[in-house]
């Protein structure tokens, strides 16, 4: 069973920056895809960025130019930095990777006051 784990949530200002970190239990290449979603209260959970194992990202209109979900292959790490955060970026962020299913990480609660 593949495993994620996440950190680097908290709580910022409006347009402050924040990294979270997704280390996941085998090499972040045996996954197809590695991404990021995020749910606010009463929303649906939505993708945030996602990358594949041969470097094609995509991005979530809302966040596109202040998000980025770079990778750092000697740790074996997806991250998600955060960028000129605003308010309605806040959510519980969830790290997924697919291979034959998809599995999820914990989550990490990001809060962005105004």
């Known amino acids: 069973q593949v495993q994620l784990v996440e950190s680097g949530g908290g709580l910022v200002q409006a347009g402050g920056s924040l990294r979270l970190s997704c280390a996941p239990s085998g090499s972040i290449f045996s996954f197809n895809t590695m991404g990021w979603y995020r749910q606010a209260p009463e929303k649906q959970r939505e993708l945030v960025a996602a990358s594949t194992k041969s470097g094609i990202t995509k991005y979530a209109k809302s966040v596109k130019g202040r998000l980025t979900i770079p990778r750092d292959c000697p740790k074996n790490t997806v991250f998600l930095q955060m960028n000129s955060l605003k308010p309605e970026d806040t959510a519980v962020y969830y790290c997924?990777?697919?291979?034959?299913?998809?599995?999820w990480g914990q989550g990490t609660q990001v809060t962005v006051s105004a």
């Open positions: 997924a990777a697919d291979k034959f299913r998809r599995s």
